[in-house]
């Protein structure tokens, strides 16, 4: 695991490599640790993930409390401790990588007895309509409020404004530039002419050094903001759940309800690709299907015509009206397979089929 820290030290960000020593001190080392890489099996995975899911998670300095059952989890806290599993997994399977390329392992038996936890994540459904975002921002104190108003213009992180720079406006193209993104690339954001007008009268006769977002004393912004945050959430009565980082999803969330493309959503955020884009605000995308199929589609009939072929017709006939339709056998559903995918026979064989 050492290995693996020292490799992850140069290949991560820092806040990657920063949460990645967190994950291992406090879910792996007391779990695992004391495992020889070679000895490590299904049986070890198991035990791991099992204490994994029904081990309440961490929230700062708090102890964390008692042990709960798998089977009395709800939906959503399930949801998250198979995420933070399969975190886990992904670190387990670099650490026995490295191994194995420095000779520490001679079998691949701990990588292959890891197994991934599918179908852990769902679409985000927290995000403000613009009423709620006007609440917010009215709810706001002064320090916060171009805080918040910036990461609705751009869908940025908390830290990637707090860290943005007079120099990151553009004064040419409609943009800022994310130039320590939370992955390893950087981009341009482009901006409503609303925000355009925003960012250039920040930014307006400061050096192109400073810090573009600062408090009324002075002072640049750490976490604090979050406590700021939470009281101005309170005075506009908005969802307890709601955090600073949902207006990133809320900024994403406008995008897609209006009929952006995935790929373009995908790089305001700074994604590699729309795969996280997809998963998250995908079934946004229903929403305004039904007019673009509409829009797009050209025609088959002709502009003079005034009545549908009979096969377009919209009311559908019964079968007992169409003495032309295929008559479809009834198939009784079973979750056994139709087939064993074998190519025995035999007299077990013929039980088993006559018993389904």
């Known amino acids: 695991m050492a290995d693996y820290l020292d490799w992850k030290r ?59 059952p798998i089977q009395r ?95 990151d406006v553009s004064d040419r193209m409609n943009s800022v530039f994310i130039s320590s993104p939370k992955g390893r690339r950087s981009r341009h954001v482009f901006l409503p002419s609303e925000g355009v007008v925003f960012f250039r009268a920040l930014a307006n006769g400061r050096l192109s050094s400073d810090r573009l977002f600062r408090k009324e004393n002075g002072r640049i912004w750490g976490g604090e903001y979050k406590s700021y945050f939470q009281a101005a959430r309170g005075q506009a009565r908005l969802p307890a759940s709601l955090t600073f980082h949902r207006l990133r999803h ?32 995908g079934h946004l995308v229903t929403q305004h299907r039904e007019s673009e199929i509409e829009r797009c589609f050209e025609p088959l009939a002709s502009p003079n015509s005034q009545k549908l072929p009979d096969c377009l017709a919209t009311k559908a006939e019964s079968p007992s009206d169409r003495s032309d339709l295929p008559r479809f056998i009834h198939r009784e559903v079973t979750s056994w397979p139709r087939s064993n995918f074998s190519r025995l026979s035999g007299p077990l064989l013929q039980e088993l089929r006559n018993s389904r």
């Not at 779990?31 to 791991?48: C, K, M, T, W």
């Not at 009423?131 to 921002?137: A, F, K, P, Y």
């Not at 706001?140 to 409020?145: A, E, T, V, Y």
């Open 250 to 281: 809320t900024y994403a969330s406008q995008l897609v309800q209006s009929g952006a493309s995935l790929m373009i959503v995908a790089e305001q955020l700074g994604h590699a690709n729309t795969q996280t884009v997809s998963a998250t605000y």
């Open 10 to 68: 140069i290949a991560a960000t820092r806040s990657h490599f920063e949460t990645l020593v967190s994950l291992i001190n406090y879910h792996l080392v007391p779990r695992v640790s004391q495992i020889p890489a070679e000895d490590f099996n299904g049986r070890h995975f198991y035990d791991l993930a099992m204490d994994v899911i029904e081990t309440p998670p961490k929230m700062g300095q708090k102890t964390p409390g008692p042990r709960v």
């Open 73 to 167: 989890l709800s939906e959503d806290e399930l949801r998250r401790r198979k995420k933070t599993l399969n975190a886990l997994i992904s670190i387990l399977r670099g650490a026995f990588d490295i191994a194995w390329e420095r000779g520490a392992l001679h079998t691949d038996r701990p990588k292959r007895c890891l197994r991934r936890v599918p179908k852990v994540d769902r679409p985000r459904v927290i995000f403000l309509d613009r009423t709620e975002c006007r609440l917010l921002i009215g709810a706001c104190h002064p320090d916060l409020k171009t805080l918040v108003r910036a990461a609705l213009y751009t869908g940025c992180r908390a830290n990637e404004l707090i860290q943005m720079r007079v120099g």
